[in-house]
């Protein structure tokens, strides 16, 4: 019997998930994140999730895969120690190079964000940094290489942000033209089978040294995998810190215009975007108790007249790209429950904006939305949802983002 450890690092925490070949779970473990020092905090969750495995399991693992949040990315030495703090997914100081993008790549091209990969990039290229520079990483290639030690290796779904071609399986020519290009990492599809572990990670967990790591992908991919979806119509909603819609179609859809990407996936696509809005918006205002005592106070089957557009800093990605929009919280009800009630009826509203996008730009239409991620447990939020989108909207027997990832780790083996 073997088994497959999927390593799921979200905004708030990581959590391992391990699968036997039926795909059920025999194990499971959350680490919480507690600091700033986003190095050691991410070196520190994976040693302590492998540490936490039951000895006879770990004994039997046969592949292990992790994801990360996308465009989160580090710029790293020829050692593969990073020389500069690492810039998060949302972080949108790239936008004081957009039109150095705006010139280089295609019109409507996903790079062209705030937050891209590329766009963080070069931003680091404007602080002089490349020339310490050996390897340019996103944080799923970074956790891997900590585990099979091969630097300058990726997937083409954490690829997408920086200007890889997903349609061609290669680097267009306009980034093999930039002065940073020597530090992109290969590509290769997720859940490619890199490397084995290292002799001091096996002997230091009691992993076999035949126990092969693979390619990662991204968070809101890896919710995607661990879902119930699986035909062109179908789609998933990560309500986790910020929302993320991710709808398999036919057709491939790129608008940097409305922060719209595609991924691949097999021979179809998986086509949407990521909005800053979400849970971390609500955990701000509401501890989880009171979300859970407020909402079951709300008659989900009355629209909100309250309209907000919830963030917590100024900037969204999609429905709308625009890194100055302001957050609209206004007007704030004496009422806690109407003030819920508002914001999350606002975010299925931008919720159903989003696929609306999505099938105006030649989308396959939209038949069912299976729910991820923390706010999947939310049954007062799903009812709302259901209602602004007029489909379906069903919670995924398997949620976790790591349990996908864990599928990822067996597919190909």
């Not at 959350?30 to 700033?36: A, D, I, K, M, V």
């Given at each position: 019997m073997?088994?497959?450890?999927?390593?799921?690092?979200g905004?708030?925490?990581?959590?391992?998930?391990?699968?036997?070949?039926?795909?059920?779970?025999?194990?499971?473990?959350?680490?919480?994140?507690?600091?700033?020092?986003?190095?050691?905090?991410w070196?520190?969750?994976?040693?302590?999730?492998l540490?936490a495995i039951?000895?006879e399991?770990?004994?039997?693992?046969?592949?292990?895969?992790?994801?990360?949040?996308?465009?989160?990315?580090?710029?790293?030495?020829?050692?593969?120690?990073?020389?500069?703090?690492?810039?998060?997914y949302?972080?949108?100081?790239?936008?004081v190079v957009?039109?150095?993008?705006?010139?280089?790549?295609?019109?409507?091209?996903?790079?062209?964000?705030?937050?891209?990969s590329l766009?963080?990039?070069?931003?680091?290229?404007k602080?002089?940094?490349?020339?310490?520079?050996?390897y340019?990483?996103?944080?799923?290639d970074?956790?891997?290489?900590?585990?099979?030690?091969?630097l300058?290796?990726?997937?083409?779904?954490?690829?997408?942000?920086l200007?890889?071609?997903?349609?061609?399986?290669?680097?267009?020519?306009?980034?093999?033209?930039?002065?940073?290009?020597?530090?992109?990492?290969?590509?290769?599809?997720?859940?490619?089978?890199i490397?084995?572990?290292?002799?001091?990670?096996?002997?230091r967990?009691?992993?076999?040294?035949?126990?092969?790591?693979?390619?990662?992908?991204?968070d809101s991919?890896?919710?995607?995998?661990?879902?119930?979806a699986?035909?062109?119509?179908?789609?998933?909603?990560?309500?986790?810190?910020?929302?993320?819609?991710k709808l398999?179609?036919?057709?491939?859809?790129?608008n940097?215009?409305?922060?719209?990407?595609?991924?691949?996936?097999?021979?179809?696509?998986?086509?949407?975007?990521?909005?800053?809005t979400?849970g971390a918006?609500?955990?701000?205002f509401?501890?989880?108790?009171?979300?859970?005592e407020?909402?079951?106070?709300?008659?989900?089957?009355?629209?909100?007249p309250?309209?907000?557009?919830?963030?917590?800093?100024?900037?969204?990605?999609?429905?709308?790209?625009?890194?100055?929009?302001?957050?609209?919280?206004t007007?704030?009800?004496?009422?806690?429950?109407?003030?819920?009630?508002?914001l999350?009826?606002?975010?299925?509203?931008?919720?159903?904006?989003?696929?609306k996008?999505?099938?105006?730009?030649?989308a396959?239409?939209?038949?069912?939305?299976?729910?991820?991620?923390?706010g999947a447990?939310?049954?007062?939020?799903?009812?709302?949802?259901?209602?602004?989108?007029?489909?379906?909207?069903l919670?995924?027997?398997?949620?976790?983002?790591?349990?996908g990832?864990?599928?990822?780790?067996?597919?190909?083996?």
């Amino acid at each position: 019997m073997s088994f497959y450890l999927g390593i799921d690092f979200g905004t708030s925490g990581a959590r391992a998930i391990i699968i036997d070949e039926a795909e059920v779970i025999l194990f499971q473990n959350h680490y919480l994140f507690e600091t700033q020092n986003y190095i050691k905090m991410w070196q520190d969750a994976l040693f302590s999730l492998l540490a936490a495995i039951p000895l006879e399991i770990r004994k039997k693992l046969k592949a292990i895969a992790i994801n990360g949040t996308s465009a989160t990315v580090l710029l790293c030495d020829q050692q593969g120690d990073p020389i500069d703090a690492p810039i998060l997914y949302n972080d949108d100081r790239g936008k004081v190079v957009l039109d150095e993008i705006k010139f280089i790549a295609p019109t409507d091209h996903t790079v062209i964000s705030a937050t891209s990969s590329l766009a963080k990039l070069l931003w680091w290229q404007k602080q002089n940094l490349l020339s310490q520079a050996t390897y340019f990483l996103h944080q799923a290639d970074w956790l891997a290489f900590l585990l099979h030690d091969k630097l300058g290796v990726s997937d083409y779904h954490n690829a997408l942000k920086l200007g890889y071609d997903v349609e061609t399986l290669s680097y267009p020519d306009w980034i093999k033209k930039l002065l940073c290009f020597p530090l992109l990492p290969d590509i290769f599809s997720p859940g490619y089978p890199i490397d084995t572990i290292t002799p001091n990670i096996a002997n230091r967990f009691g992993i076999p040294s035949s126990c092969v790591v693979c390619t990662g992908t991204t968070d809101s991919i890896a919710a995607f995998l661990a879902s119930d979806a699986k035909y062109p119509g179908e789609a998933v909603t990560s309500l986790g810190s910020t929302l993320v819609l991710k709808l398999l179609s036919q057709t491939r859809i790129e608008n940097a215009k409305y922060g719209i990407y595609s991924h691949r996936l097999g021979s179809l696509w998986l086509t949407g975007g990521a909005s800053n809005t979400g849970g971390a918006v609500l955990k701000h205002f509401f501890t989880n108790t009171e979300l859970k005592e407020l909402s079951e106070k709300i008659d989900a089957t009355q629209e909100s007249p309250l309209e907000y557009y919830p963030l917590l800093t100024k900037g969204d990605r999609f429905p709308i790209n625009n890194p100055d929009l302001l957050p609209k919280l206004t007007p704030r009800p004496e009422n806690p429950v109407e003030f819920l009630h508002g914001l999350l009826e606002s975010m299925a509203r931008l919720e159903a904006l989003g696929y609306k996008r999505l099938q105006e730009h030649g989308a396959t239409h939209l038949t069912k939305v299976y729910t991820a991620g923390g706010g999947a447990k939310n049954q007062t939020w799903c009812t709302i949802r259901q209602r602004q989108l007029q489909v379906p909207v069903l919670t995924s027997v398997q949620t976790e983002a790591a349990f996908g990832t864990a599928r990822l780790a067996k597919s190909l083996m």
